[in-house]
């Protein structure tokens, strides 16, 4: 029932009833049974005045001095909290749970915060109570479901029926009272546990419901009232799959029960099966058109098919049965969310609390709604109260993580996503334990940020692996570690193979497609800029319709500029995303200028429930001297020049057999002009290139409890006709057509032998036909996950790889095997064995170190030509060594300090490779520290200290060469309010250091021989 009141208004409750009221100012209160309420005229400055005669109530209200309570013995002024207060016949008392109450009356004033409690008394000083609040004060606000059709059980006795109906009103303890009476009177049946269950979970008592309800289904297998019970009790405490099972047994035996359909439609939704969970919901409709659980799971069905209108009005129908339901409160909300009206779905949400203040997950979502409109001290109160009321939920330690990283507390977000993980079983959440909401928003936050912020780049690359190797159907996971995998030298396939693959599997995206992050080489405005964004880094943590703004600006030395503009939108199932990008930089040297441009367009679209397509566009655009360094850099060619132009169409498409079984299908195309210029052996040169190539791949992702299984297959062909032009005097042109081929099928299976032990066997086959060697290859993989302790993980590899010709450096094929990288930047047919091993600790909290070896087996082919110019094709035999250690220790919330080393030894037999390497040896330590304010402004000092030394040129002529040094680098950033955007300066090599070093990514040094100032704003819209 709806009624508006006017000042001077009373409401009373009588026996048996509660009411909620929303005052002007959107604060809630809930009124117990057998209370009286007055609405007094507002005061001058607009503050609200309601007079509690008698009774109790407990006020939910987020604003500040926006109301005053009055009782016969105390008045309140509201400070923005939660609290209760319960006036009797001699005294009035007041239980804050959150925020502040400054209570008074003729006698005395008192603050009351968090946790206290204070009775007023007639002629007497307002006293604190000794006892704390406590949420047993608020039982009966709370949400108890049925477990009796609606449509009538004729084999439930009259006692039960009657404890059931005071439930429904939260009457707790009349209930409590009846069943009591029951035990007394005969041994517990099993009606009865069931509903001494229910009351358990929902007060929080999860593992007694349990066996409560456990004992109800053991003394009657066939009750639905049990079994009902009983899966409330499983989902409570995450066993979903056990709920799900439960539920189909009791549907088994009642299949004309609506409570039982509806539920089940339920726990169908969420575990993933959208088409099964709509007829069971609309089954459940039909059964008993006013059952508002079935009409609520209907819409969140149809939210989970991107149809928020439909979804809508489901809601408002359950709404309609049930005003007090909070699953259909919070579903509108979600929905008018999703259609971009956040203030009035984040109303909703709030009055699902209210019905429902002990539900963590209600909590959860509401702090998440505070986070979209930026009030963020609002959203911390209401995470650190979801925590409380349910510790072993990691949803609001995930959601809290994102909050604190985007109000630049990455430390404390550091703690929050470790207890998330810790509470998940030790993997990586990335969407919340309601598992009715897809909750995709949240699903594509930029988890890999708190990691970089703190600077604990090693620790990241830990947990991106193992979430993959966990879920690796999870499109979170693999873009988690696509952002990780940026900060890894030699990692660009895998970095942009990770990102293809998660935008494969997302069912649509809510991210703006920055030009720059498909690009595997050359400098990029991340690389080059201070504390590069993630390209999910501004993103809401609601699915909404929206339209989205993201532009960079970057300036530096050496006449350095770039800028980036993407502009996105999300609309029902569509989306797209269309961005340009721009770079130029005169380099450090003569002729190491390049320039950059870059295109885009993506769209994707959820063509139904288990479909979805995409389609990206892009042209680029390069043009450069030379731009490859040297160990010595005054050694570089003068007359190298370089301009080429790449147009390439991806389409892409995902379809869900089952939520255990997804095939994704991704198809490219590409045209190449290369045209370089050079003056070699006193004659200019003109080379050009130009090729078109075709790419497509399968994927077939498979889940069965502890296996997971991936296998696919690719095909790659490609047109290249290239011309060498001799200039004046001799001026002539040869010409070659050739061809590129690549067939591939692979299977990679992981299964968890035991809880902290799993393995991954693999074998791919490969063919491969190019210019440089011909291949036809079984690659054998083997991996091994191991954690002996809580706090210790260990892993290890070996595996074959053959290296094969990419479109975009992109593949679908599995990137690292137990977290050892697969896909470095090798010649094209090398096969390589790797062998490898690493170790992470996390000591406390604060503290964590690791370590890893890896060992590199190569087989190289190269061409030689003689004097005459004919060419030999030969193998090289190669060996890399790649290790790293770290330490890393947040001391403090506005402290961090790391110390990283990395260790490179390479060997190459006969062939030197484009950088001229006979043999290098490189040794890095790399101490750090990291000062975080709160108020945005992060200040982070780097040292690197480097030892390195090799046998550096071109066959024949080596010469042997090392140097050591320091180099130093200051980053600033600064975090603007409300998520706005970011401002960050940095000074690369800060005393202007002259020195000679190797980068062993050619693609992207790392350290220069002189100074380098770069300032970076993005800004978000």
């Not at 990691?394 to 990455?410: E, G, H, L, S, V």
């Not at 720059?516 to 943590?541: C, K």
């Not at 299908?665 to 052996?681: K, M, P």
């Amino acid at each position: 029932m709806n009624h508006a009141f006017c000042p001077g208004d009373k409401l009373r409750i009588h026996q048996g009833g509660r009411a909620l009221v929303v005052l002007p100012n959107d604060s809630l209160i809930r009124l117990k049974q057998k209370s009286t309420l007055q609405f007094q005229p507002p005061r001058e400055n607009g503050l609200s005045i309601i007079s509690l005669i008698k009774g109790v109530f407990h006020l939910f209200s987020h604003q500040t001095r926006s109301l005053e309570v009055v009782t016969p013995y105390v008045n309140g002024l509201v400070e923005g909290t939660e609290f209760l207060v319960k006036s009797q016949e001699n005294s009035t008392s007041i239980h804050v749970y959150q925020g502040m109450v400054r209570a008074q009356n003729e006698s005395s004033s008192q603050t009351i915060i968090d946790g206290q409690s204070l009775v007023a008394k007639k002629d007497q000083d307002l006293r604190y109570l000794s006892v704390p609040a406590t949420r047993d004060a608020v039982t009966w606000t709370l949400y108890y479901p049925t477990l009796f059709d609606e449509t009538g059980d004729s084999d439930i006795s009259a006692p039960i029926e009657s404890a059931s109906k005071f439930l429904a009103t939260g009457q707790v303890d009349e209930a409590t009272r009846i069943l009591e009476t029951l035990g007394k009177q005969e041994k517990a049946n099993p009606e009865t546990l069931a509903i001494e269950s229910i009351i358990n979970v929902v007060q929080g008592n999860t593992t007694h419901g349990l066996e409560l309800a456990q004992i109800a289904v053991a003394q009657d297998s066939s009750s639905s009232h049990a079994l009902l019970a009983l899966s409330y009790a499983e989902q409570a405490t995450f066993d979903i799959e056990g709920a799900l099972a439960t539920l189909k047994l009791a549907q088994e035996g009642a299949p004309q029960n609506s409570e039982i359909n509806a539920r089940l439609a339920e726990l169908l939704l969420a575990t993933g099966q959208v088409d099964n969970a709509v007829a069971a919901a609309e089954k459940a409709v039909v059964l008993s058109p006013q059952s508002s659980r079935a009409h609520s799971v209907l819409g969140f069905s149809y939210l989970a098919q991107l149809k928020p209108d439909p979804a809508l009005q489901a809601f408002e129908v359950a709404i309609s049965s049930d005003s007090e339901l909070p699953l259909a409160r919070l579903g509108k909300g979600l929905a008018l969310i999703r259609t971009g009206d956040l203030a009035q779905g984040r109303k909703e949400i709030e009055l699902a609390v209210a019905h429902n203040p002990g539900d963590s997950l209600l909590r959860s979502y509401l702090g998440k709604a505070y986070f979209e409109e930026k009030r963020s001290p609002k959203a911390d109160r209401q995470l650190a109260m979801a925590k409380t009321l349910d510790p072993n939920d990691p949803t609001p330690w995930f959601y809290d993580a994102i909050n604190k990283q985007a109000n630049n507390r990455p430390v404390e977000a550091l703690h929050d996503i470790q207890k998330s993980i810790e509470l998940n079983n030790n993997r990586a959440i990335y969407r919340s334990r309601f598992l009715l909401d897809s909750d995709l928003a949240a699903r594509s936050a930029t988890l890999g940020r708190i990691y970089t912020d703190v600077g604990f780049s090693q620790l990241a690359q830990s947990e991106g692996y193992h979430s993959v190797n966990t879920s690796p159907q999870n499109y979170s996971a693999h873009r988690f570690l696509a952002d990780i995998y940026s900060t890894k030298p030699r990692h660009e396939i895998a970095r942009v193979s990770e990102l293809l693959v998660s935008q494969l599997l997302q069912p649509i995206n809510l991210n703006p497609v920055q030009p720059r992050l498909a690009e595997n080489s050359g400098v990029t405005l991340e690389q080059s800029g201070a504390d590069g964004v993630s390209f999910n880094e501004f993103n809401p943590l609601f699915f909404k319709n929206r339209f989205a703004l993201q532009a960079t600006g970057l300036a530096g030395s050496n006449n350095t500029y770039g800028d980036e503009l993407t502009h996105s939108a999300i609309w029902n199932n569509f989306s797209y995303s269309v961005g340009q990008y721009y770079y130029t930089t005169d380099g450090i040297r003569e002729n190491n200028d390049q320039e950059r441009q870059i295109y885009n367009g993506f769209v994707q679209s959820l063509v139904s429930t288990n479909t979805s397509l995409l389609a990206e566009i892009r042209h680029k655009r390069n043009d450069n001297g030379d731009t490859l360094f040297q160990f010595d850099p005054a050694i570089y060619d003068s007359t190298f020049s370089q301009e080429d132009a790449t147009t390439s169409l991806r389409i892409g498409a995902r379809h869900q057999f089952h939520p255990g079984s997804t095939l994704l299908a991704t198809g490219v195309f590409s045209a190449i002009d290369d045209d370089a210029e050079l003056f070699t052996s006193g004659l200019p040169y003109e080379i050009e290139s130009s090729s078109e190539n075709y790419m497509g791949e399968l994927l077939h992702l498979y889940n069965c409890g502890a296996l997971n299984v991936q296998s696919g297959i690719g095909y790659y062909h490609a047109d290249f006709e290239d011309s060498i032009t001799l200039g004046f005097p001799l001026n002539i042109t040869t010409t070659e057509d050739n061809e590129a081929y690549h067939f591939n099928l692979y299977s990679y299976g992981s299964y968890n032998l035991l809880d902290n032990l799993g393995i991954t066997l693999g074998l791919s086959a490969d063919q491969v036909e190019n210019q440089t060697k011909d291949r036809n290859e079984l690659s054998p993989k083997f991996g091994i996950n191991y954690q002996p302790l809580a706090n210790t993980k260990v892993r290890a590899a070996a595996f074959k790889t053959t290296h094969r010709n990419f479109i975009a450096a992109q593949t679908v094929e599995p990137t690292q095997i137990s977290g050892f990288n697969q896909f470095y930047d090798d010649t094209e047919s090398t096969t390589s064995w790797n062998y490898g091993i690493g170790i992470d600790q996390k000591i406390s909290k604060n503290f964590f170190t690791g370590a890893f070896y890896l060992v590199r087996e190569l087989s190289v082919p190269f061409t030689q030509y003689d004097l005459f110019g004919n060419a030999t094709s030969l193998e090289d035999d190669w060996q890399e060594q790649i290790g790293s250690a770290y330490i890393y220790w947040a001391p403090l919330s506005w402290l961090t300090v790391g110390l990283d080393y990395y260790y490179e030894r390479y060997e190459h037999d006969t062939w030197e490779g484009i950088q001229g390497i006979e043999s290098l040896t490189t040794h890095r330590l790399k101490p750090q520290i990291n000062f975080i304010s709160s108020c945005g402004l992060n200040t982070r000092i780097e040292a690197n200290y480097i030892d390195q030394e090799g046998s550096f040129g071109f066959n024949p002529f080596f010469t042997d060469d090392s140097d050591q040094f320091w180099v130093f680098d200051l980053k600033l950033s600064y975090r603007m309010p409300n998520r706005r955007g970011i401002i960050a300066f940095e000074i690369n090599n800060l005393f202007d250091e002259e020195f000679k070093y190797l980068d062993t990514d050619p693609n992207s040094s790392r350290f220069m021989p002189e100074q380098q100032l770069l300032l970076k704003i993005t800004f978000a819209l």
